[in-house]
């Protein structure tokens, strides 16, 4: 039969307050990270990567901060849209490893 | 345009038999990805290839098998031995090596077993 899917971490904001999604990961070795977004039913699109050699990173809107010491990452939407609804990973890789490790997600849902 | 593209979007398919979903890209990419995404969940890592004539198994490739003959195309086959194939598959690709950049996603194919 189907498996029964696990339910994702959600996080409901107003719109135009500031988001902030966390990602925590395991792997001390990991120096490379980035945010995705997902829409129903799509791809997931690029947002923002930082290395381990910053602790903070600003694009349009959206700023990702990383703390090695208590391995944990987080992605800053300053004033959330209708149209930033959607699913966000985080994604690491480092050392070796030649594929980025996803975290499972947070669903993000704009209200008006 | 550069990018990558999965066929079908959508694909229905009996119990017992196999299918293959299609990955093209044109973005001169040397490494390809299969992930596979089920409700609710992360992407988990199927196969991936670094380059043309090699492929390895990620963290959940039994049922699965895939080729790489082409630097451009990557197709998935998902086996009768695959227990449980009803999900959202999303073929990815990027440079070399990983973390120099991001992985491009294609709009991904839905499969439902009947």
């Known amino acids: 039969g189907e498996s029964v899917g696990l339910h994702l971490p959600t996080l409901s904001v107003q719109e135009g307050d500031n988001s902030i999604i966390n990602c925590a990961y395991s792997?001390?070795?990991?120096?490379?990270f980035i945010w995705y977004k997902q829409e129903s039913g799509k791809g997931p699109q690029f947002i923002i990567d930082?290395?381990?050699?910053?602790d903070k990173r600003q694009g349009q809107r959206v700023t990702v901060l990383l703390n090695k010491t208590v391995k944990h990452l987080s992605l800053q939407i300053a004033a959330t849209q209708p149209g930033d609804s959607a699913v966000y990973f985080c994604?690491?890789?480092?050392?070796?490893?030649?594929?980025?490790?996803f975290g499972s997600g947070t669903q993000l849902t704009v209200l008006p | 345009d550069g990018g990558i593209t999965q066929s079908p979007k959508y694909l229905f398919r009996k119990e017992g038999q196999n299918v293959t979903l299609s990955c093209e890209q044109n973005?001169?990419?040397?490494?390809m990805y299969w992930y596979r995404q089920d409700p609710g969940q992360g992407l988990r890592l199927i196969y991936y290839?670094?380059?043309?004539?090699?492929?390895q198994k990620g963290d959940i490739a039994e049922g699965y098998s895939v080729s790489r003959e082409k630097k451009e195309s990557f197709p998935l086959t998902v086996t009768s031995a695959q227990k449980n194939p009803t999900a959202f598959y999303l073929c990815?690709?990027?440079?070399?090596?990983?973390?120099?950049?991001?992985?491009?996603f294609g709009e991904g194919s839905r499969l439902t077993v009947l």
């Open positions: 973005l001169n990419h040397d490494a």
């Open positions: 290839s670094q380059i043309v004539n090699d492929f």
């Open positions: 792997n001390s070795a990991s120096d490379y």
């Open positions: 930082i290395r381990s050699n910053m």
């Open positions: 990815a690709s990027s440079r070399q090596p990983i973390n120099t950049g991001e992985l491009f």
């Open positions: 994604a690491e890789a480092g050392g070796s490893a030649r594929q980025l490790t």
